[in-house]
């Protein structure tokens, strides 16, 4: 059994994980999701009080104010943040936030936390470290911390005083969010963000674009949102569920984002699922249309209309459009799709047949690969990354595209074997539209990224994983916190806790004590039935014998 060196002990990883499940399990605060990497119960606690102060220096002060207003609503207390000019002891009733070089072993993200009787100190090589380490104190008060208003003289705010040190085990731990098929506001997104960072998710990949509607604005193209965001009048849907996002609304998602540590991932669907972006320009369909815009299970579920790939225009508008994106999103990759593209128009079109003969192609899969490797060439000269569905691989991977693995892992396992880097999203484990029968919280749980069969080098190649919403059948907010939550927890712990760590019946212990905590975020969640009991086919884990 592998030990955690600590200041004072050294205690098995299982003897911790059972100690925090304890304390759960009698209604303490010491459930934290995802399970850090190292944790050391201590005795005591540390009580917040109206004397309690927020020590920062000029590297971490934005992130005092945050813990500020993260913590003073439901306390009613002032926590004033003051600034030092150097790094000091942690000073008595505070919350000491340091920012410092000696810890690079934590990487980019990773942190320490420490809780003494005295006072509270988060230490960490980066900005985004210390924001962490909050969102695990934050984790530690009671869930009542979560109100936006004072909780009033009944709750205690207390601390269990502990040391912990933790890292992710992958840099992409994220979620998809289908918005072309439902358009969802800018408040709901800026929510997402908010409980993605609680638990330490770092990617959300928003599908602006489908068969169903186009939802970014495009200034040299206007008609896309004119036209293309809207449903036919015919199919009478609510407001609500369509419109678009102004690139003045995008920047204000994204400049909030990067505040709780989320990058804004955008995807712009090529060549199929383009319904929307063919409504508005017929002619760079193969038939030349008309064409309309109609909600998912009013249509075929795959529309064989896709864009032309023999005809020039195409790909000066897609470029267009790409290049509004490339300077208003500054995430390092940009999407494209790439999935379901049926080849009927294709081979049946004159330009396309003639663009496959010009390029010396066989056949259609390596005409789709000609097209998404002139759209990884046009966004690699402008200094991004282009990520595609692991359809992409049909017909030859472009050199430098990334795969996000959803039709099992077999395109993940051949994109990391050819030296390709890889998000997994495999359905039957990360997507979340799915009912819980087929996919409970546990299953999505049971997932891991690091698929077997490859090599130490190869593993390298997997970011991460992400959870996936698409927006066909569930369309109200309500009805995707009951599909996202509490599955998200799973996804969560999956892709920052070490596998090693993974405890099935420790984190049905955990999401149960996090309920309360959902229900004070106002997330109606589903009480699913898999993490509602303990699985008695599992046996208890024992401390190691010393």
């Known amino acids: 059994m592998k030990d ?17 499940g304890v304390q759960a399990a009698l209604g303490g605060t010491l459930s934290v999701i995802p399970q850090p990497v190292k944790m050391e119960p201590l005795e005591g606690t540390f009580s917040l009080s109206p004397q309690t102060t927020v020590v920062v220096d000029e590297n971490t002060a934005r992130l005092g104010e945050y813990a ?25 009733n505070s919350i000491s936030l340091q920012l410092t070089k000696d810890m690079e072993h934590l990487g980019e993200e990773g942190y320490a936390l420490s809780v003494g009787k005295d006072g509270i100190t988060v230490r960490a090589p980066t900005q985004a470290g210390i924001f962490y380490g ?27 005083c502990v040391a912990i040190e933790d890292k992710p085990r992958f840099a992409w731990r994220g979620l998809m969010i289908d918005c072309s098929r439902t358009f969802w506001s800018k408040d709901y997104l800026k929510r997402t963000i908010r409980l993605m960072s609680l638990y330490k998710l770092n990617r959300l990949h928003l599908h602006l674009t489908d068969d169903q509607g186009w939802r970014l604005q495009i200034k040299k193209h206007p008609r896309l949102t004119q036209l293309g965001s809207k449903f036919a009048e015919k199919y009478k849907e609510p407001p609500q569920r369509q419109g678009y996002y102004s690139q003045a609304d995008m920047k204000e998602i994204i400049e909030y984002a990067a505040r709780h540590r989320v990058t ?18 017929p002619e760079l369909s193969c038939t030349g249309g008309p064409f309309e815009i109609h909600p998912f299970l009013k249509g075929p579920g ?3 209309d896709v864009c032309c790939a023999g005809n020039e225009k195409t790909f000066q508008l897609l470029e267009d459009v790409l290049s509004e994106v490339v300077e208003l999103f500054p995430s390092e990759f940009i999407h494209i799709g790439g999935d379901e593209v049926p080849k009927d128009r294709w081979k049946a079109c004159p330009r396309c047949q003639a663009r496959l003969k010009q390029e010396g192609l066989k056949d259609e899969d390596e005409l789709q690969s000609y ?5 990884e060439t046009f966004l690699r000269a402008k200094g991004k990354r282009l990520i595609g569905w692991d359809e992409i691989l049909q017909g030859g991977l472009a050199p430098n595209a990334t795969v996000m693995s959803w039709r099992g892992t077999s395109g993940g396992i ?18 979340f539209n799915y009912g819980y029968k087929g996919l409970p919280t546990m299953k999505a749980y049971s997932y891991d ?17 992400q959870a996936c919403f698409w927006s066909h059948q569930i369309r109200t907010e309500a009805g995707v916190d009951r599909q996202l939550f509490p599955r998200l927890l799973a996804t969560a712990e999956v892709t920052w806790s070490p596998k090693e760590l993974r405890d099935a019946n420790s984190f049905r212990t955990r999401v149960q004590a996090h309920f309360d905590r959902l229900n004070k975020l106002g997330v109606g969640y589903h009480r699913d039935p898999s993490v509602l009991k303990k699985d008695p086919s599992q046996p208890k884990r024992q401390p190691d014998k010393k």
């Open 4 to 20: 955690i060196p600590t200041g004072r002990i050294r205690m098995p990883v299982s003897l911790i994980v059972i100690l925090f």
């Open 68 to 92: 500020r207003e993260l913590f003073s609503p439901a306390t009613g207390f002032p926590l004033p943040v003051e600034r030092v000019s150097h790094q000091e002891p942690a000073r008595r």
């Open 134 to 160: 909050i969102q695990t104190l934050r984790q530690l008060l009671p869930s009542a911390i979560e109100r936006r208003k004072p909780a009033g003289n009944k709750t205690t705010w207390k601390i269990p």
């Open 264 to 281: 804004i991932v955008p995807e712009i669907e090529m060549p199929g699922h383009s319904v929307a972006l063919l409504s508005c320009y």
């Open 302 to 304: 795959i529309e064989k």
């Open 371 to 375: 097209f998404i490797k002139r759209i």
């Open 414 to 431: 051949a994109a990391a074997r050819a030296g390709h880097d890889v998000i997994m999203t495999p359905r039957a484990e990360c997507y």
């Open 449 to 465: 990224p690091i698929p077997e069969g490859l090599s130490p080098e190869q593993a390298k190649h997997i970011l991460g994983a």
